[in-house]
């Protein structure tokens, strides 16, 4: 067995409403950081996978982003992948 280090990126979808990135977005105007915009705030998410191979490894996690860490309807997800 090998392990794997996955770093998970979710994010809501372009066509969702982000209400955190939008107050995040109007407070940098509060900040004097107006040049800041369009804020998405997101959730990362790091583990480890013990796998027989890359491609094992790559299938778990991404079964494991599409059942439990992000929600489809909303949000995408990217990750990635190396052997520690």
């Given at each position: ?14 066509e ?8 995040v ?17 997101g ?28 929600n ?11 052997q520690?």
């Amino acid at each position: 067995m090998k392990t794997f280090q996955a770093e998970i990126d979710v994010m809501p979808k372009k066509e969702i409403l982000d209400p955190q990135g939008k107050a995040v977005t109007g407070s940098m105007k509060n900040l004097g950081l107006a040049e800041i915009q369009n804020i998405r705030i997101g959730k990362h998410v790091s583990l480890q996978i013990e796998a027989e191979s890359e491609e094992v490894a790559r299938e778990k996690v991404d079964l494991a982003c599409k059942n439990l860490l992000a929600n489809l309807i909303m949000e995408s997800y990217t990750f990635k992948l190396e052997q520690v």
